[in-house]
Nanobody, 128 residues
Framework: VQLQASGGGLVQAGASLKLSCAIS????????VGWFRQVPGAEREFVSA????????HYADSVKGRFTSSRSSEDDTAYLQMNRLQPEDTAVYFC??????????????????????WGQGTLVTVSS
């Protein structure tokens, strides 16, 4: 299973970005997808997770109300819409996938250790 994250960039505070995570080599609808971010010297931080059906999502408190996870089986891609970006959102963003075969349609892992497959990361920089 391969994950390709894209969509990062340099924006000003208050702007929006939409990250994409294209998944190939596996059955897209069998995977829960998570988003994490990391800054140098810090632990990888949970941002959001979406279940394989797309019907269940979870968000970190720091992004709740600003970020939205979605997914499309038409192009086997998960998305993270990020609105009202702030300088503290600056980080490398990673997408990850975990099979939900044994966990059901609402499975949304919150810990990075639960994920089996990772994308390469995409840098988001928010200037003040």
């Amino acid at each position: 299973v391969q994950l390709q994250a894209s969509g990062g960039g340099l924006v000003q505070a208050g702007a929006s970005l939409k990250l994409s995570c294209a998944i190939s080599g596996g059955a897209f609808n069998s995977y829960a997808v998570g988003w994490f971010r990391q800054v140098p010297g810090a632990e990888r931080e949970f941002v959001s997770a979406i279940s394989r059906s797309g019907g269940t999502t979870h968000y970190a408190d720091s992004v709740k109300g600003r970020f939205t996870s979605s997914r499309s089986s038409e192009d086997d891609t998960a998305y993270l819409q990020m609105n009202r970006l702030q300088p503290e959102d600056t980080a490398v963003y990673f997408c990850a996938a975990r099979s939900a075969k044994f966990f059901g349609d609402t499975y949304t892992p919150l810990r990075h250790s639960e994920y089996d497959y990772w994308g390469q990361g995409t840098l988001v920089t928010v200037s003040s």
